[in-house]
């Protein structure tokens, strides 16, 4: 009988979240995570705020949550093959890493919006540690930090430049990460 009581009580705390998560979501759309007042959140979501403070300590760790739950589905459909890619193949590389980002763009979208560098800074954090695939060397941490957190900004400070094809900026991204692995 206990192993039902836990059943239903998972359920109950999985869909307090998901209402939370959706309420945040919808909020994040119109708002900056600044001009969210916890209380509103709760009022949307249909719980006090007491239930909330049980999930989250503030509002930045539910967005905190959101956010790495994002780059842990996307890192999800990563595998040992892609780190050979992005060493050898980069450009291979990065195009299923956008197949891959494309599903979560929307999100992604709404949760950076006036945090995209925190946003980007966890998604280089996590894509270097899966890179690193568990080795310590140091050196290579520093130069995978080096490239892919290159190619974040690049591609966020030249993604609103039509100038720059996306092939082309794709091109030469991989041509500098390629110059840096290769050393």
């Known amino acids: 009988m206990q192993h039902v009581t836990?059943?239903?009580?998972?359920?109950?705390?999985?869909?307090?979240r998901?209402?939370?998560?959706?309420?945040?979501?919808?909020?994040?759309?119109?708002?900056?995570i600044e001009d969210i007042r916890i209380t509103e959140l709760c009022e949307k979501a249909g719980i006090n705020r007491a239930t909330f403070y049980h999930h989250y300590q503030d509002i930045y760790a539910l967005s905190d949550e959101l956010e790495y739950g994002v780059i842990d589905r996307y890192q999800q459909n990563?595998?040992?093959?892609?780190?050979?890619?992005?060493?050898?193949?980069?450009?291979?590389?990065?195009?299923?890493?956008?197949?891959?980002?494309?599903?979560?763009?929307?999100?992604?979208?709404?949760?950076?919006?006036?945090?995209?560098?925190?946003?980007?800074?966890?998604?280089?954090e996590k894509l270097v540690d899966f890179l690193m695939n568990g080795s310590e060397d140091e050196e290579l941490r520093i130069q995978l930090t080096f490239a892919i957190g290159g190619a974040i900004h690049v591609i966020y400070v030249y993604s609103s430049d039509r100038s720059y094809q996306t092939e082309v900026l794709s091109t030469k991204i991989c041509d500098m990460v390629l110059r840096v692995v290769e050393e």
């Open 78 to 124: 990563l595998n040992e093959n892609d780190i050979h890619l992005f060493f050898h193949e980069p450009s291979q590389f990065l195009a299923h890493l956008k197949e891959v980002i494309e599903a979560e763009k929307e999100t992604i979208n709404i949760l950076s919006a006036g945090r995209r560098e925190i946003m980007f800074s966890k998604m280089e």
């Open 6 to 16: 836990q059943k239903k009580e998972d359920l109950r705390i999985l869909r307090t």
């Open 18 to 32: 998901d209402k939370i998560y959706r309420c945040f979501l919808e909020m994040r759309r119109k708002k900056s």
